[in-house]
């Protein structure tokens, strides 16, 4: 049997862990790094473990899930199983971002593992789970520390992305994709992403200048509004995390993105790409927003697995994140579908259900939960991307007096 990791060029993949530490967490000698990650990304694991200690890190504790084993639970387990998740991890992993170490998730798992299991043991985990979870999370949304995802090109979502070929090839081809999209084959990788970071940064500085009251999206299925938090703050790119470090928490990323206000959207907005969420893959989402809340909602495939996102708690139908992404944009130009919000939230403009990130606030890690709350900041358990951009999509910036700035036109940059 041919390896289905055989063809993965191995520079690429060095360049990529390296590209990964120095760029993405900006990792400082003596510091300690928590890795998760799946079995089947173990060859990038590998060559982080090995760039991480080189950069000067303290300790490196990788933690594996397995696909496998994930299946095992949902074949064998009790049912009351599923209304738990070992909150003493994650307590301890809270206690290490507690104790400033840096976070790295490589992500390569299969986006379609669970789609033949019981959508309701699945909501159930993943909320049990997203509970145990929120003190460690609360200190990456926040930008306690420093931390960064990227990306190995698994086997089963590499046939996924590329169903019609042979193993190897298509895991190479995942793995070319996301080699391009993260910059890896610039001559000099990491000045490429020095350069592309200035370039964000141009387009945050504009809008913290404008400081809209709202953005209004026009296009296909879509007529939506969409208020800005009272003292929202644009970020993209590298961000400075509170610990001191600056970070580049996605890798890649395209996107310039902000805090709309919870109680500020109105009107109806159709995805213009599949969403996979843990196992499903949900297509055709179309909802009405009235005063914030998604009081419509429906999907064409896997709608039973979206409406139980949606009652995960009282902030998942309101949304958190608003994002601008170019239809021109490197990842959206490859025409890959990638079924992996990493990558697909890079080749559209987005939203997020859910949690906000405090981060985008003038002044944000002075603000208290209430004051957040007052300002129009979201809260929930659940923090879940989806696309509402394409060519077809034209946004106006609107002040407080329904004065109009043409932000994007087809899909591009209008300013
Ligand atoms: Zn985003
Ligand atoms: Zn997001």
Redesign the pocket.
Known sequence: MTDPYGKIDQAKLAKLAEVSVQVGLNLQPGQDLVLTAPTTALPLVRQVVAAAYKAGANIVTPILSDDAITLARYESADDASFDCAPNWLYNGMAEAYGNNAARMAISAENPALLSGQDPAKVARAGKANSLAYKPALDHIVNFNINWNITAFPGLAWAKLVFPDLPDDEAVFQLSEAIFAASRINEPDPVAAWAAHNANLKSRTDYLNDQRFHALHYTGPGTDLTIGLADGHEWAGGASDAKNGITCNPNIPTE?V?TTPHAMRVDGYVRATKPLAHQGAVIEDIEVKFVDGRIIEASASKGEAAFIKLLDSDDGARRIG?V?LVPHGSPISQSGVLFYNTLFD?NAAS?I?LGQCYTDCFVGGADLSKDQIKAQGGNSSIIHV?WMIGSAEINIDGLDSNGKRTPLFRAGEWAV
């Open positions: 996107e993105f994140e994002a939230e987005h997020a991307d």
